[in-house]
């Protein structure tokens, strides 16, 4: 089993920005993917940014040039560094990890980024 904690989230302004964390424990050794969600109200939940152990990533085309995506595979942790912030990322950002080779995806509980003046 492998647990996700996800922080970093709140209200920021338009044109602001956050940074995310997600800290992995217990079954680490079989996360290989890693990556980040999101679900607004009334949308179904979406692929923010992924990345592999070894550091290829890839972003939704809504979120190119503003998020990046990194990870700390000493400290099992990804991050999701999120600038010029739009009302429209206003969502519940959830973690993500996967175990390819059993084929099971792993989720945080979620947290709330509000993008508003």
């Known amino acids: 089993q492998v647990h996700l904690v996800e922080s970093g989230g709140g209200l920021v302004q338009p044109g602001g920005s956050l940074r995310l964390s997600c800290a992995a424990s217990g079954s680490i050794f079989r996360i290989n993917d890693m990556g980040w969600y999101r679900q607004a109200p009334g949308k179904e939940r979406e692929l923010v940014a992924r990345i592999t152990v070894g550091g290829s990533t890839n972003y939704a085309d809504s979120v190119k040039g503003r998020f990046t995506i990194s990870r700390d595979n000493a400290k099992n942790t990804v991050f999701l560094q999120m600038n010029s912030l739009k009302s429209e990322d206003t969502a519940v950002y959830y973690c993500?990890?996967?175990?390819?080779?059993?084929?099971?995806?792993?989720w945080g509980k979620g947290t709330l980024v509000t993008v508003s003046s």
């Open positions: 993500n990890a996967k175990d390819i080779q059993h084929d099971i995806d792993y």
